[in-house]
């Protein structure tokens, strides 16, 4: 069976549980991985079995015998540069989410995929979560009929917000909704986003990051339907990268609820008191499975590649949640709602402002 050799850059949380799919998938040869933290590099090179283990992420991109390269990179504005360059030598590309900062940026990577014949696709890994793609099959097939109204709210601890706020300034909308607007959108093809209204909340994160404690944004579609995606990251620590979901789909035949809050694995002891296993965005490996969505995520595109199918998530759906956010924090700033598309003279006062 043909394999493909396959470049991680960046090996932290998400790169590590990407990282460590490959190595554990029959599709993958060589892996090789670029981590500038040189302690987290040997606990991979611990882990499993490398080609190259090097912090020099050129490496990867100069090297021929290497087609798949997966960007988890932080700080996020090493997203477009990365890619670019590994786009520009042919390779096909996993990156993380945000795709870029600015749309221009975005369209910039599009074109240059297209021009190279290459797949692409940006890490919106809850369409791999089967409760949302349970969501997503509803509207398909009409059970609940012709969608209405999608809500979503997501809560994350104020320990993530501090950890994202602290290394890039950008709103709840970019940084954690932006996989919520993606399933919500994914729901609803073909409509489109016609416009967007954002209210922002401070509170607790305002003194530590500068940033909010949490926006609500509105999108109202082509359709007639209505989208709103809530997101915050100021509950208390407590479990380690802890997330809760809850979701309302409205048809006009039925409704579905999805409770993607964690509370069905409660583990109680008297050493540690209450812990929520599971509860984490990506999932995390138990024994010899792994429980979430970023393992089968990952395991697509390597097989998109392989056998030269669509990428589920393609770099368009990925720019118009880009632009959906970007008109969100225009509307928070400005109190009013933002028509898409959005029209430069808009980006052009938020920057002065």
Known sequence: ?????????GAGWCGGIRTETCHNSALVKDLHVAEIKEDRLQEIKNLVQLKTATTDYKQLINDDTIQVVVISATPETTHYPMALEALQAGKHVFLEKPMALTLEEADDLIRVAEEKGVKFTIGYSQRFNPKFAF????????????????????????????????????????????????????????????????????????????????QWIMVTMDNGSVITVGGGWTMPPGYPNFSGTWIEVTGTNGML??????????????????????STMPGEQVNHVFAGPMHNETLHFLEAVLFDREVMVKPRHARQVMEIYT???????????????????????????
């Open 257 to 278: 609820t999805v409770d993607d809050t964690h509370r069905d694995v409660i583990l109680n002891t008297m050493e540690h008191g209450i812990q929520l296993p599971m």
């Open 327 to 353: 008109a969100a924090d225009l509307s928070k700033e400005s109190n009013v709602p933002i028509e898409l598309p959005i029209k430069k003279e808009h980006i052009l006062k938020s920057a002065v402002a």
């Open 1 to 9: 069976m043909e394999q493909l050799n396959v470049g991680i850059i």
């Open 135 to 214: 969501a997503k099959k509803n509207l398909l097939d009409k059970t609940i009929g012709d969608p209405v109204c999608i809500t979503v709210s997501r809560h994350i601890t104020r320990t993530l917000g501090n950890k994202i706020g602290g290394r890039i300034k950008l709103s709840p909308a970019a940084m954690e909704s932006t996989h919520d607007l993606d399933f919500a959108l994914w729901c609803l093809e073909p409509a489109k986003p016609i416009r967007v209204y954002s209210q922002s909340a401070y509170g607790a994160m305002e003194s530590v990051t500068g940033l909010e404690d949490a």
